[in-house]
């Protein structure tokens, strides 16, 4: 069973940069999503990744200023998040895709991280 910590969230000012990492062991991550929770709202997605082609996929909210990355020695991957507005202010999670094809739906994701806040301070 794939098990997956998150780390690196924190306080930061606006404009500031964070990057996130997401360490999984029992299994390779062969597609992974990081989403999403504000106080109050539903799970967003944020990002869908696929290390069998390389292939990313950004929500509109975040294009531009979010990119991720894989580390495959240590099966970690990645999301850099820069020019970091108060909106961005959320627990972030990442997750194990049950399928290789891309998908924004929590349902297609089997395991979850425990998350990790991050705020964006005005």
């Known amino acids: 069973q794939v098990q997956l910590v998150e780390s690196g969230g924190g306080l930061v000012q606006a404009g500031g940069s964070l990057r996130l990492s997401c360490a999984a062991s029992?299994?390779?991550?062969?597609?992974m999503g990081w989403f999403r929770q504000a106080p109050g709202k539903e799970r967003e997605f944020v990002s869908f990744f696929t290390a069998s082609s390389g292939t990313t996929v950004f929500a509109d909210s975040v294009k531009g200023r979010f990119t991720v990355s894989r580390d495959n020695a240590k099966n970690t991957v990645y999301l850099q998040m820069n020019s970091l507005k108060p909106e961005d202010t959320a627990v972030y999670y990442c997750?194990?895709?049950?399928?290789?094809?891309?998908?924004?739906?929590?349902?297609?994701?089997?395991?979850w991280g425990q998350g990790t806040p991050v705020t964006v301070s005005s």
């Open positions: 029992g299994g390779r991550l062969y597609s």
């Open positions: 997750a194990a895709g049950r399928y290789g094809t891309f998908s924004s739906l929590v349902r297609d994701y089997a395991y």
